[in-house]
């Protein structure tokens, strides 16, 4: 890919995009409705993940971008989950 | 045509990352204080999410997606040269903020006028882990529709910019910066949305 020939996504694409992630919404309230504890929690947090996945990939263009931006956004959210885990070490063994 | 003046699309849209890597930092901090909160007062996060307004809280979400699609469309709009359509999209996503805004005045409305607000008579009657979701609610909240407003001004400059050719199909770098932008206003709301509003 050159630098200055950009890729232009179609209106079809963003199209069936915010389809999933209304359909993915839907899921999310629908499975809330049951109470089914952590299983809830854990479930809408994938749901959240994957959403804010495609999210990045087609909306924020990441899938077309150079690989250096891919990783550098790869990377802030590893460092924030890194944080997360740690934080919860110190949190439930102290 | 040619270009005497420097341009460097690649630097800016990199810089334009940088920006929301900082953001995203931000908020992660936040969501590691509801996460931590969260474990220590379950039963309490648990009552006080249960009284939050899901179905503006569904609307909103809705909302902020379709004016993603918006917004990335007029990229496609203005790379196609096509500056009418891309101008129609970038007026319906500043549209969509505005209900998001409305919403968002009646959902804290009902809240304060249920006597629900930081440092109100009620909230410090309140057991410890609802004070805290519900401080934490408005902080996170608050600070998200102050981007939403952010937002909503880097679309009417963009607006504007295309109005005037400034942005056009082979200048358009700050109408995609200004897109992420209002995506990162989405990414956040979509963590937001199940922690605060469905989890109860």
């Known amino acids: ?94 | 045509m040619i270009h005497t003046e420097h341009r460097d699309d690649f630097g800016a849209k990199m810089g334009m990352w940088l920006f929301i890597f900082t953001e995203l930092l931000l908020f992660g901090g936040l969501f590691i204080v509801y996460a931590v909160y969260r474990s220590q007062y379950p039963d309490d996060f648990h009552i006080a999410a249960s009284q939050l307004n899901t179905f503006i809280g569904t609307i909103n979400t809705i909302v902020l997606l379709v004016s993603s699609m918006t917004v990335a469309m007029s990229i496609t709009a203005i790379q196609k040269g096509n500056k009418k359509l891309a101008m129609s999209l970038i007026a319906i996503t500043i549209i969509f903020a505005l209900v998001f805004m409305v919403n968002k005045y009646f959902e804290w409305g009902a809240k304060v006028h249920h006597g629900i607000y930081p440092g109100s008579e009620l909230m410090l009657t309140l057991k410890r882990g609802e004070l805290l979701f519900f401080s934490l609610y408005y902080f996170m909240t608050g600070l998200h529709a102050l981007h939403i407003i952010v937002g909503m001004i880097i679309l009417i400059v963009a607006f504007v910019k295309v109005k005037n050719s400034k942005i056009n199909n082979s200048d358009y770098v700050l109408l995609e910066n200004g897109g992420l932008y209002w995506h990162l206003v989405d990414l956040i709301w979509i963590f937001l949305f199940p922690l605060l509003y469905l989890i109860s």
Do not use: E, P, Q
């Open chain 1, 1 to 94: 890919m050159t630098m200055n020939k950009h890729h232009i996504t179609d209106y079809k694409t963003y199209g069936w995009v915010l389809a999933i992630l209304l359909f993915l919404t839907a899921l999310t309230v629908y499975i809330t409705w049951f109470d089914l504890k952590a299983l809830t929690i854990a479930a809408a947090l994938v749901i959240a993940s994957v959403k804010v996945t495609i999210v990045l990939t087609y909306f924020m263009h990441l899938k077309y971008d150079s690989l250096v931006l891919r990783l550098m956004v790869a990377m802030v959210f590893l460092l924030i989950a890194l944080v997360f885990v740690l934080t919860f070490f110190d949190y439930l063994f102290r």
